[in-house]
């Protein structure tokens, strides 16, 4: 490939931080540059508490772990996400079961969130969790989300892997849930290679993730373990990295929303093409630029032609998630659906997005486009 669609943007002081960690012999999973990453980013996010750890779903590990989902307690969430969300729920031993999209976020719909609730508690068992998911760098309708969850006081996890930098009327993505989990993974607005972020306003919480990311060892001279812990904290060379790309959060943001501004001027003509929408009061950091493509209105040109167009001139461009209740692997799982993700990942396409794009490369993706459809 010539041009990924979401590559590792490493345009600040990456290196020195590196090789500052590596000089300084703390080659560990733990050291001053995760202690110093964690007060930085939980600042980033406005939250109190911060955790630097391997991976997000590590984060979503612990935070269901910290709320307590037992085996066989459900725990609802978005159809419409990556698989770590869904995989996270069955580490805990819980049941997941999910809630279709909205048609102006592309997230969890807050009425069928409420009809959901309230047929289970119809049925006397309410979820232990909800875990929402604000996808593509946007945020979830957390107004309404809130509202219910607090009326049949259930809480809410917050999966903002993809978000770090979006906002909600006047709200960081992150600050929504009791506690929120953040990645860090190479495709991600900022990047570690592989890590994630636990944070939550309740020091109890940090303290305990901090303790069962280290192997729950108990404060004792020799090895005393008396619950079961899990090798999940971050190593120090790696948050030396991420504190790099913290410092450039902002930019980054700033330039992925310019690449969705390009590409809207561009392509915003063109008949059976729209962009993921932005409804008011929310600021995606349109992470990734999504586009749905009707081949009713398209002359017969579907996401598919154009990812192949694309990628016969080396640039990626991948399909929407493929919604998990399609999912072999959580067949038989409940589900509130509106048809709203299966659409999405029947028409949609996510563009080159990273913060590295050049005008250049904006200018060559888009003319292939534009040649696909027959401009
Ligand atoms: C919505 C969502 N949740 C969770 C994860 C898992 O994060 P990680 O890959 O850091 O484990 C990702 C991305 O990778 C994601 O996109």
Same mark, same amino acid.
């Given at each position: ?9 490493? !345009? ?21 540059? @995760? ?9 980033? /996010? ?7 750890? $391997? ?5 979503? #590990? ?20 990556? /698989? ?14 999910? /809630? ?30 909800? /875990? ?21 006081? @259930? ?37 570690? !290679? ?26 004792? @001279? ?17 948050? $030396?990295?991420?504190? =790099?790309?913290? !410092?450039?959060?902002? $930019? ?58 694309? =990628? ?12 998990? #209740? ?44 534009? !040649?696909?459809?027959?401009?």
């Amino acid at each position: 490939m010539r041009i990924y669609m979401s590559p590792p943007d490493m !345009s600040g002081n990456e290196r020195e931080m590196l090789l500052d960690a590596f000089d300084s012999n703390w080659i560990a999973p733990l050291g001053p540059h @995760v202690n110093a990453l964690e007060t930085e980013f939980a600042k980033a /996010v406005e939250m109190d508490h911060a955790v630097a750890l $391997a991976s997000g779903t590590s984060a979503l #590990h612990l935070a269901l772990i910290l709320m307590g989902v037992r085996p066989g307690d459900e725990v609802l969430t978005s159809t419409f996400t990556f /698989v770590a969300t869904a995989n996270a729920i069955t580490y805990v031993g819980g049941k997941p079961v999910f /809630v279709d999209s909205d048609r102006t976020s592309w997230n969890m719909d807050p009425n069928l969130l409420e009809a959901e609730l309230k047929q289970c508690a119809n049925r006397g068992k309410l979820p232990a969790a909800v /875990v929402t998911v604000d996808v593509n760098g946007q945020c979830c309708d957390y107004n309404a989300i809130e509202q219910i969850c607090s009326k049949f006081d @259930v809480p809410i996890i917050e999966d903002a892997a993809e978000a770090l930098g979006a906002r909600y009327h006047t709200r960081a993505a992150g600050s929504f849930g009791e506690i929120a989990a953040f990645s860090f993974n190479g495709n991600k607005i900022i990047t570690t !290679s592989g890590g994630g972020m636990l944070v939550t306003s309740n020091k109890e919480w940090a303290d305990h993730a901090r303790f069962l990311s280290t192997q729950a060892r108990d404060a004792a @001279v020799h090895y005393e373990h008396s619950q079961i812990g899990y090798n999940y904290r971050m190593s120090n060379l790696l948050a $030396a990295v991420g504190r =790099a790309q913290l !410092s450039q959060l902002d $930019a980054k943001v700033a330039k992925r929303r310019a690449n969705f501004q390009y590409y809207e001027e561009q392509l915003g003509g063109i008949d059976g093409l729209e962009f993921m929408p932005e409804p008011n009061d929310f600021c995606s950091t349109r992470w990734l630029t999504a586009v749905l493509i009707d081949r009713e209105k398209s002359d017969g040109v579907t996401w598919d032609d154009v990812r192949q167009a694309l =990628a016969a001139e080396k640039i990626e461009s991948r399909p929407l998630w493929k919604p998990m #209740h399609l999912q072999p692997v959580f067949r038989g799982c409940r589900c509130q659906l509106s048809g709203v993700s299966e659409d999405l990942f029947g028409r949609g396409l996510c563009l080159p997005s990273g913060s590295n794009l050049t005008d250049e490369d904006l200018q060559l993706i888009t003319n292939i486009i534009k !040649s696909r459809f027959g401009l």
